[in-house]
């Protein structure tokens, strides 16, 4: 068995309940990964619940935390907890994230500084507990957004407090290189999940849909095996944002 498989391998992934997250616990579970499920509130409880059923079905040993990951505490204590559930943490993957489409001049103090703790603040303190606790040789992996590459307005909080985990990916890949840690970012296309479509009108999903060179939204199993790529075999890919939207912005 090669270091850089999935079998026995403990896996922490935020926001893993659901859409994007959730696939990613279901097909590494299919790997034989052992699975640490964030999931955020009480509300998102029966969507992590059916996924826990689901990967335990596929034979995976995997837990549940809930946690609002904006106390930064919260963080240290999901990577704690893994640790003292599975002994040792192999990969840590963050899908945590908040949409705001709306005007700058509109745009909220409050809404600036919930959008700050989800985009930017939690990946940040993600990724030093990630540094803290996993073993050498793991891996890291951030979701953020292919708005980093695009010249729109609206999305001023949301492309603007994602672009900052990129420079954080770097900084972390430098200083956790000496371990054999490799850390990425990965950045979706505008996503055919729930999450995409409470911010956009039914004209602007025509529009994201029409703007890809490929056609259509980027789909939930187009990133799950981009992910798991880059926390296996594509380990010495480290310290750079990979654009996976089917040609809707490029650098």
């Known amino acids: 068995m090669s270091s850089h498989d999935l079998k026995d391998k403990t896996v922490i992934i935020t926001g893993g309940a659901k859409n994007l997250g959730g696939l990613i616990s279901r097909k590494f579970a299919e790997q034989g990964a052992n699975l640490v499920i964030h999931y955020n509130s009480p509300e998102t409880r029966k969507d992590a619940e059916e996924t826990l059923k689901a990967v335990e079905q596929l034979g995976a040993h995997a837990t549940l935390i809930q946690a609002d990951l904006s106390n930064i505490e919260n963080i240290e204590t999901l990577f704690i907890k893994a640790k003292e559930t599975f002994g040792d943490i192999d990969i840590a993957i963050n899908t945590v994230g908040r949409v705001l489409k709306k005007p700058l001049i509109e745009t909220t103090e409050q809404e600036f500084d919930s959008m700050n703790d989800i985009n930017n603040k939690i990946a940040y303190f993600f990724i030093q507990s990630a540094g803290k606790h996993l073993n050498n040789g793991g891996k890291i992996c951030s979701i953020v957004t292919s708005l980093l590459a695009a010249y729109t307005g609206l999305y001023s909080t949301y492309e603007g407090l994602k672009a900052p985990v990129e420079h954080y990916t ?58 798991r790529f880059l926390v296996t075999e594509g380990w010495w890919i480290t310290g750079q944002t990979i654009f996976a939207n089917g040609g809707y912005t490029t650098r």
């Open 170 to 227: 770097r900084a972390a890949s430098k200083e956790y290189g000496t371990r054999g840690i490799s850390v990425t970012a990965v950045a979706p296309g505008p996503m055919d999940t729930p999450f995409f479509y409470g911010q956009e009108a039914p004209e602007a999903v025509a529009y994201h849909k029409s703007a890809s060179a490929l056609g259509g939204l980027t789909k939930i199993e187009d990133i799950e095996p981009l992910v």
